[in-house]
C-alpha cells in the first residue's frame, strides 16, 4: 500500500523558510516521480514543484521559481520541498502526490498536473503553511 506523510509546515513571517518533507512507503522513489502541490481557501489545487523519478528532472511552477527548491533522498525514500523567502501568498495547506495509480481505484483522485506532464493518483494529507507577520 502506497503512503505519503507530509511534515515540516509552520507559522512563519514573510522572507522566513521552511522546509517540507514528503516521505513514502510503499513505493520506491527511482520508479515514481513526486510532486508538491498546494490548495488555499477557496482556490483550486497548484502544482508547486515536481521531481522526476527515473531521471530526477526538476519543474517549478513560475511563482516558486528561485525560491523553492525541490528534492530527494532515495536512500530514505523522502522527498524535500525547501522553500525560502516565503511571502503571504504562499500560505495554503501543502501536500504531495505521486503518480502511483492503482489500477483497483476508479481513477477519481487522479490529477494530470500541467507543471509536469505527469497524472498523479496517490496523495498525502497536507502540511499547513501560513505566512504571516
Known amino acids: 500500500q502506497v503512503q505519503l506523510v507530509e511534515s515540516g509546515g509552520g507559522l512563519v513571517q514573510p522572507g522566513g523558510s521552511l522546509r517540507l518533507s514528503c516521505a513514502a512507503s510503499?513505493?520506491?522513489?527511482?520508479?515514481?516521480?513526486i510532486g508538491w502541490f498546494r490548495q488555499a481557501p477557496g482556490r483550486e489545487r497548484e502544482g508547486v514543484s515536481a521531481?522526476?523519478?527515473?531521471?530526477?528532472?526538476?519543474h517549478y511552477a513560475d511563482s516558486v521559481k528561485g525560491r523553492f527548491t525541490i528534492s530527494r533522498d532515495v536512500a530514505k525514500n523522502t522527498v524535500y520541498l525547501q522553500m525560502n523567502s516565503l511571502k503571504p501568498e504562499d500560505t495554503a495547506l501543502y501536500f504531495c502526490?505521486?503518480?502511483?495509480?492503482?489500477?483497483?481505484?476508479?481513477?477519481?483522485?487522479?490529477?494530470?498536473?500541467?507543471?509536469?506532464?505527469?497524472?498523479?493518483?496517490?496523495w498525502g494529507q497536507g502540511t499547513q503553511v501560513t505566512v504571516s507577520s
Open positions: 502526490g505521486t503518480d502511483f495509480l492503482d489500477p483497483a481505484e476508479d481513477g477519481s483522485t487522479w490529477y494530470l498536473d500541467p507543471l509536469s506532464g505527469v497524472v498523479f493518483g496517490s
Open positions: 510503499g513505493l520506491i522513489l527511482d520508479d515514481y516521480s
Open positions: 521531481i522526476s523519478g527515473s531521471d530526477g528532472l526538476t
